[in-house]
T-cell receptor
Framework: DAKTTQPPSMDCAEGRAANLPCNHS???????VYWYRQIHSQGPQYIIH???NNETNEMASLIITEDRKSSTLILPHATLRDTAVYYC???????????FGKGTMLLVSP | KAGVTQTPRYLIKTRGQQVTLSCSPI?????VSWYQQTPGQGLQFLFE???????NKGNFPGRFSGRQFSNSRSEMNVSTLELGDSALYLC??????????????FGPGTRLTVL
């Protein structure tokens, strides 16, 4: 699986948009970009995934650059409950295994 | 529908003992994966089961083993416990194994402490 690079931490004010970047410059054509988050002491939670088009669901939006070498997860109106570690994962299709990096610790403050 | 359940939630053992952890996947899900999470190593893949067969295995010693039953429930076993086995053990279920759009749903984990 392609390696991902994320900033170790980010801050965001409550109510503002949180934009979490991820670099995956060695991504190959059959690899999807997945985002999970882990709130303290809980299991990771699936957020969103995409291949090359931008995706949106009730939790977040995923913007993937045209060359697919990077992506951004957007939480449009961050709340205190969005404080968590966010993991960007690039996964080979056909396998279920997730390879987690260190992720980004997002702290949402009042 | 009910999520992934793991039992027990907390466990304390001593070195040399063995432990069995249980995972019940979401109803209808047939694939179960196990992960170990420690502060030093982060989240690491242990193994994946589908239809009672191990499909993938991570880089862990043979002391770590697992199995899956016909109802998709899974257990993992760690024998001859070491201090370094203290971790949060997470189970994840998915509808199928290796599917193209196959997101995994995680349970709350079992916190194992080895003294």
């Amino acid at each position: 699986d392609a390696k991902t690079t994320q900033p170790p931490s980010m801050d965001c004010a409550e109510g503002r948009a949180a934009n979490l970047p991820c670099n995956h410059s060695t991504i190959s054509g059959n690899e999807y970009v997945y985002w999970y988050r882990q709130i303290h002491s809980q299991g990771p939670q699936y957020i969103i995934h995409g291949l090359k088009n931008n995706e949106t669901n009730e939790m977040a939006s995923l913007i993937i650059t045209e060359d697919r070498k990077s992506s951004t997860l957007i939480l449009p109106h961050a709340t205190l409950r969005d404080t968590a570690v966010y993991y960007c994962i690039v996964r080979v299709t056909g396998y279920s295994t997730l390879t987690f990096g260190k992720g980004t610790m997002l702290l949402v403050s009042p | 529908k009910a999520g992934v359940t793991q039992t027990p939630r907390y466990l304390i053992k001593t070195r040399g003992q063995q432990v069995t952890l249980s995972c019940s996947p979401i109803s209808g899900h047939r694939s179960v994966s196990w992960y170990q999470q420690t502060p030093g190593q982060g989240l690491q893949f242990l193994f994946e089961y589908f239809s009672e067969t191990q499909r993938n295995k991570g880089n862990f010693p043979g002391r770590f083993s697992g199995r899956q039953f016909s109802n998709s429930r899974s257990e993992m076993n760690v024998s001859t416990l070491e201090l370094g086995d203290s971790a949060l053990y997470l189970c994840a279920s998915s509808l199928v194994a290796g599917g193209l759009l196959n997101e995994q749903f995680f349970g709350p984990g079992t916190r194992l402490t080895v003294l």
